[in-house]
Nanobody
Framework: VQLQASGGGLVQAGGSLRLSCTPS???????MGWFRQAPGKERSFVAS????????YYADSVKDRFTISKDIGQNTMYLQMYGLKPEDTAVYYC?????????????????WGQGTQVTVSS
């Protein structure tokens, strides 16, 4: 499956952005989510949504600020980011997996989209 990600950009601290990711297959057949990689750091888990909308998971660093969702009709997953901080600056990668929930380790994820840059200025 191919993943098309979009929505990154430059925003001031406290601002918001929404990332989108559309799979080439039907979104209901994958768990999906986002990882991010800041300069000089390893890629890390951000958020995921499973086959069921009730299966939503967040990294502690983004909990209460980011919301992950999916629109079946649009076949698109979203990551709404509020209260952005400079430490959120990273390349964000859309990920998908055939498992019911997205693995929290990037080594186990089946599919990757291209990265989209998010830059938060202080």
């Amino acid at each position: 499956v191919q993943l098309q990600a979009s929505g990154g950009g430059l925003v001031q601290a406290g601002g918001s952005l929404r990332l989108s990711c559309t799979p080439s297959g039907h979104i209901s057949t994958y768990s999906m989510g986002w990882f991010r990689q800041a300069p000089g750091k390893e890629r890390s888990f951000v958020a995921s949504i499973g086959w069921s909308d009730r299966m939503r998971y967040y990294a502690d660093s983004v909990k209460d600020r980011f919301t992950i969702s999916k629109d079946i009709g649009q076949n698109t997953m979203y990551l709404q980011m509020y209260g952005l901080k400079p430490e959120d600056t990273a390349v964000y990668y859309c990920a998908a997996d055939r498992a019911v929930t997205l693995p929290p380790s990037d080594l186990e994820v089946d599919y990757w989209g291209q990265g989209t840059q998010v830059t938060v200025s202080s």
